[in-house]
């Protein structure tokens, strides 16, 4: 099994519907991230959590929510989507050695 | 945070050439890492370089650091049409290399 799996891989949802985005992992990092890669550009980060009970904004997190469960399970979710919420959307763990990324969800909104 | 920012965007080489990529920061670091990126895919973590490292190899992988001019380059010797990816530096303000930063990266094209 992946260290980072993340659920759906791909989704098409219709505008004004929420869905949600799951991460689970395997490393046992506390610290968590969401985020987004548009066509040509690099990562933004939507969220991150650096343990169960910390959650935090990162550059781009209106429009969306997160949830962290458990110390492996951090969820994403669109209350609302929107056509410009189309993107690739990774979710990642962390500690001294870097990040670990999952396989990404591809989500068309239309 | 701080955002790596790569140079050049886009590079296309012959396999078996070396291919060459930097990275410049603005602010102090603790370390710097280089991710790989295969179209679609999510981030692969390559190598790791302390602040108080020079050069650093992995297979056919050599990283360089200048933390006098914040900068840090990536070479990868012999290219095979498997590199062709992109490739991101992220540089880690912390003991858990956290960036939270990802530049666009360098688009590496490898022709056969």
């Known amino acids: 099994d992946a260290d980072v799996t993340q659920t759906p891989r791909n989704r098409i949802t219709k505008t004004g519907k929420r869905i949600m985005l799951e991460c689970s992992q395997t490393?046992?990092?506390?610290?968590m991230y969401w985020y987004r890669q548009d066509p040509g550009l690099g990562l933004r980060l939507i969220y991150y959590s650096f343990d169960v009970k910390d959650i935090n904004k990162g550059e781009i997190s209106d429009g969306y929510s997160v949830s962290r469960q458990a110390q492996a399970k951090f969820s994403l979710s669109l209350e609302s989507a929107i056509p410009n919420q189309t993107a690739l959307y990774f979710c990642?763990?962390?500690?001294?050695?870097?990040?670990?990324f999952g396989s990404g969800t591809r989500l068309t909104v239309v | 945070s701080q955002q790596g920012e790569e140079d050049p965007q886009a590079l296309s080489i012959q396999e078996g050439e070396n291919a060459t990529m930097n990275c410049s920061y603005k602010?102090?670091?603790?370390?710097l890492q280089w991710y790989r990126q295969n179209s679609g895919r999510g981030l692969v973590h390559l190598i790791l370089i302390r602040s108080n490292e020079r050069e650093k190899h992995s297979g056919r992988l050599r990283v360089t650091l200048d933390t006098s001019k914040k900068s840090s380059s990536l070479l990868i010797t012999a290219s095979r049409a498997a590199d062709t990816a992109s490739y991101f530096c992220?540089?880690?303000?912390?003991?858990?290399?956290?960036?939270?930063?990802f530049g666009p990266g360098t688009r590496l094209s490898v022709l056969p």
């Open positions: 992220a540089p880690g303000l912390d003991n858990y290399g956290q960036n939270f930063v």
């Open positions: 602010t102090s670091i603790n370390n």
């Open positions: 490393k046992g990092h506390d610290r």
């Open positions: 990642a763990t962390s500690d001294w050695n870097g990040y670990t």
